[in-house]
């Protein structure tokens, strides 16, 4: 039986619902483990998936895998700029960005995914190093996201991209597999 598109679209489920209240510890290390771990997982899912398969799309008319690649490099990068933005200053307003249109630059189809996936080697050693130094208090600031119109915390940032991370990985596992 054909798995249901929904399944190839999310292969781990939805989007979280954010928490309300701070995170314990023991759950933002949960949530910073799997955002340390996630480039050296990309790099063995987009190794088993070999080249052919990676510049196919994982389901009927999606990016395809080193898009996907590409996407989440370029995702990340905003990502850890966010997180210093709301270290740095009150409630900033975060930048929203086109993901279709980044996708489509013509680097993309230049670039081979190795390098994306060392990219993101480098910048989650830098983003995690970071985040494993906050304090509780730090955990608590924000920024303002003006395309949902929404203040996030940063533990409500940390569930969100770790969650932005394994979403991706679970489609380059399609391809994987
Ligand atoms: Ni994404």
Same mark, same amino acid.
Do not use: C
């Given at each position: 039986?054909?798995?249901?598109? =929904? $399944?190839?679209?999310? %292969? =781990?489920?939805? %989007? ?5 209240? %701070? ?7 949960? *949530? =910073?483990?799997? !955002? ?11 190794? #088993? ?24 490099? $370029?995702?990340? !990068?905003?990502? *850890? ?10 409630? +900033?307003? =975060? ?13 993309? $189809?230049?670039? +081979? ?5 060392? !990219? ?19 955990? #608590?600031?924000?920024?303002?996201? +003006?395309?949902? $119109? ?5 533990? #409500? ?16 596992? !399609?391809?994987?597999?």
């Amino acid at each position: 039986m054909e798995t249901p598109l =929904i $399944d190839l679209q999310y %292969p =781990i489920g939805k %989007p979280p619902v954010l928490p309300e209240q %701070p995170l314990t510890a023991t759950e933002r290390a949960g *949530y =910073i483990e799997q !955002l340390a771990a996630l480039p050296a997982q990309l790099t063995a899912a987009a190794r #088993q998936a070999g080249g052919v398969r990676l510049e196919q799309p994982y389901r009927p008319g999606s990016w395809s895998g080193r898009q996907v690649i590409h996407h989440v490099a $370029d995702v990340h !990068l905003n990502f *850890y700029l966010r997180f210093r933005l709301a270290l740095t200053e009150d409630n +900033p307003t =975060i930048r929203a960005f086109d993901i279709n249109a980044w996708a489509e630059l013509p680097d993309n $189809d230049a670039v +081979p995914v190795t390098v994306s996936l060392a !990219l993101l080697e480098a910048l989650h050693s830098r983003w995690v190093t970071l985040l494993w130094h906050l304090t509780d208090e730090q955990w #608590q600031r924000t920024f303002y996201h +003006p395309l949902y $119109d929404r203040t996030y915390s940063l533990d #409500q940032a940390l569930v969100q991209y770790s969650w932005h991370g394994r979403h991706h990985l679970g489609h380059i596992g !399609l391809l994987a597999a």
